[in-house]
């Protein structure tokens, strides 16, 4: 594809509820990053792909959050019993080189997830 | 942890005024890279920075990289209503695995 996609671009959910958030990246990049946008803060790295290995998870605030690439290209964020806390922008961001990014990250529209 | 603080918060200016945002770090970066997101809008690259007292231009936009590699800042000269919108800064440590930390960011408004 042209981009990175990611869907869906607005999900509302009720406290509680488990929600999942897909990204497609860009064809062929190797690594997929996720990340956290709250208003009018910068985006807080969660986890990071190369191919379908999940180098990096530090980032996750907690075990409700899991996140998978099992074929190296789409990754679904899956947020369990989601909490008020929880609502943000979710980012994806994909990048063609194998580390964690001396390239440039192309960034997907994002997820706006409310908990009600 | 690693944080990277981001200088100011808001800008205000006229149109046509130069504009700087500002980023520091305690702990010496690997690089650094700055993103631009418009109102309602995603991130961005607009440029990397890797070697020490870097300096980068991009038309009226110049970038610079701190000579200890601990501080970074962006220069819009002559800025336009195009330029509105939220940079970031985001920070590299430790070498090729180290993932980005992101500034807060500084948001430019422009008076025309």
């Known amino acids: 594809g042209a981009g990175v996609s990611q869907s869906p671009r607005y999900k509302v959910a009720k406290r509680g509820q488990d929600v999942a958030l897909r990204c497609d990246p860009i064809s062929g990049h190797v690594s997929l990053f996720w990340y956290q946008q709250a208003l009018g803060q910068g985006p807080e790295f969660l986890t990071y792909f190369q191919n379908e290995a999940q180098l990096d998870k530090s980032g996750l605030p907690s075990d409700r959050f899991f996140a998978e690439r099992p074929e190296g290209s789409v990754s679904t964020l899956k947020i369990q019993r989601t909490q008020q806390e929880d609502s943000a922008v979710y980012l994806c961001a994909s990048s063609s080189t194998g580390t964690s990014g001396y390239n440039e990250q192309f960034f997907g529209p994002g997820t706006r997830l409310t908990v009600l | 942890g690693q944080q990277v603080m981001q200088i100011p918060q808001y800008q205000h200016v006229q149109e046509g005024e130069d504009f700087t945002t500002y980023c520091n770090s305690s702990?010496?970066?690997?690089?650094i890279q700055w993103y631009k997101q418009r109102p309602g809008g995603h991130p961005v690259f607009l440029i990397q920075l890797v070697k020490s007292g870097e300096v980068k231009k991009q038309k009226r936009l110049t970038f610079q990289f701190g000579e200890a590699k601990k501080n970074s800042s962006l220069h819009i000269t002559a800025t336009q209503t195009t330029d509105v919108g939220t940079y970031f800064c985001a920070g590299r440590y430790g070498g090729s695995q180290g993932n980005l930390i992101f500034g807060k960011g500084t948001k430019l408004s422009v008076k025309p």
């Open positions: 702990t010496t970066l690997s690089n």
